[in-house]
């Protein structure tokens, strides 16, 4: 599986769009793209996930680059709830899952 | 329909004891999973399952020994406790291997 590449931390004003990036330049084309998160030490929560084609559901929308190298994560009004580390991840085979380290997202008032 | 449950929630070890944690799924899923989550880390595949009968290492497995034993269970022991296994260990299971995992709530291990 790809390994994934996203930035620590970032900042979100509440009721704002959040944009969290994710590069996964080595991606095989029967991979797909999950996005997780993880609130404090909880269990990590599922939000979405895609092969080609962009997706939303009632969590988030996933944009995924036509070349498949990066995607985009887009939580279209983020709240106060919605802190937590946030995680790419590309799955295709099952002894290689990479959680990384994720992406922090702090929302502020 | 409880999920993904773990069992203990909370757990004190002195070096050298021996330990099983316990997962259930009520999904009728195929697939299962333990992860360990160190501080301020990411999640790590220790052993996975992909269906009853079967078992295969994952990213770090020395010092685990896992147990499927039946399709509903999957239990991670530790043989011999060392403190570089204090950890937070989470239990997840898909119906196959792309799809979507769910996580247990999590077993918090200390070893002193």
């Known amino acids: 599986d790809a390994k994934t590449t996203q930035p620590p931390s970032m900042d979100c004003a509440e009721g704002r769009a959040a944009n969290l990036p994710c590069n996964h330049s080595t991606i095989s084309g029967n991979e797909y793209v999950y996005w997780y998160r993880q609130i404090h030490s909880q269990g990590p929560q599922y939000i979405i996930h895609g092969l080609k084609n962009n997706e939303t559901n009632e969590m988030a929308s996933l944009i995924i680059t036509e070349d498949r190298k990066s995607s985009t994560l887009i939580l279209p009004h983020a709240t106060l709830r919605d802190t937590a580390v946030y995680y790419c991840?590309?799955?295709?085979?099952?002894?290689?899952?990479?959680f990384g380290s994720g992406t922090k997202l702090n929302v502020k008032p | 329909n409880a999920g993904v449950t773990q069992t203990p929630k909370f757990q004190v070890l002195k070096t050298g004891q021996s330990m099983t944690l316990q997962c259930a799924q009520d999904m009728n899923h195929n697939s299962m999973y333990w992860y360990r989550q160190d501080p301020g880390m990411g999640l790590r595949l220790i052993y996975y399952s992909a269906s009853e009968g079967t078992t295969d290492k994952g990213e770090v497995p020395n010092g685990y020994n896992v147990s499927r034993l039946n399709k509903r269970e999957f239990s991670l022991r530790l043989e011999s406790a060392a403190p570089s296994q204090t950890s937070v260990y989470f239990c997840?299971?898909?119906?196959?291997?792309?799809?979507?995992?769910?996580f247990g709530p999590g077993t918090r291990l200390t070893v002193l």
């Open positions: 997840a299971s898909t119906r196959g291997t792309t799809d979507t995992q769910y």
């Open positions: 991840i590309v799955i295709g085979d099952f002894n290689k899952f990479y």
